[in-house]
């Protein structure tokens, strides 16, 4: 049996591959519940403007849309923006079976018209939260006008983990095992995002900005992920890559104004 500072140890690095960690979440203004087919979504909709700035977290009980409230804070009066909870986080409910990446999606899609909330749109995705947005950019390509990818989860990753770091793989499915049945769907779409992402066909050659926290990972696995991330940034031939040192994995909230400003850039950027 593995020791308890073992096991941490293996746990810790887990955490930032979904998202998932134990964080005071703040709270967003203008939020209401929307409806959509099969239930409804929490969403907050605030400010004006185009692009509108859509964002998506990253999986476990902490990864609400409340992970947003500093860097919304920051872009309200500059910006249309959208953050919302999926299924089973928060009050969003969707009253079906959701272990297909595009299930989910197609429901923020729906959400989006929903709330009124007309593209193009520019996505911003957190740790798992990025591979949404990877296939939304498929799915949708002629209404997106570019994509920020915040410390992202790699479509390829959890095939490796499961064979290459079994340990660390039934660690991480044990955790979501034990969660909320409204989220267990998270760790099937973990398995289908590679086949998901290949089917949805190629990604639209817009604006890309990576953003990889330097305090994450460390020793091998440093090397690993940054290598992962390195393969995100040539997603489009308009990508860019930047290391955000004195950060952890929830870059947006332990230098939130580093997002602020990739989001600024980006705007002005689209309306060229």
Sequence with gaps: MPS????????TPVVALVGCASLRL???EGTRRIGVSGGVVEASVQGEGSPAVVFESGAGAACRMGNWAQVIEGLQREARLFAYNRSGYGRSRIHRNLDDPRDVTEILHRGLIEAGVEPPYLLVGHSIGGLYMNLFARLYPDEISGLILIDSSHPEQFDYLRK???LRHAIMVTSYA?????????????NRFRREIEQAGPFPNVPVLVLTAGESWHGEDRKWWFGLQKDLASLSSK????????SGHFI??????VVVE????????ASR
């Design 4 to 11: 308890k500072t073992t096991s941490a140890a293996v746990l």
């Design 26 to 28: 703040g709270q967003l």
């Design 164 to 166: 290459e770091k079994p």
């Design 178 to 190: 034990k969660g909320s049945p409204h989220v267990r769907y998270e760790m099937a779409n973990m």
């Design 239 to 246: 990508c860019r890559g930047k290391i955000v040192e004195s």
């Design 252 to 257: 947006q909230r332990d230098r939130p104004e």
């Design 262 to 269: 990739a989001i600024r850039e980006m705007l002005a950027e």
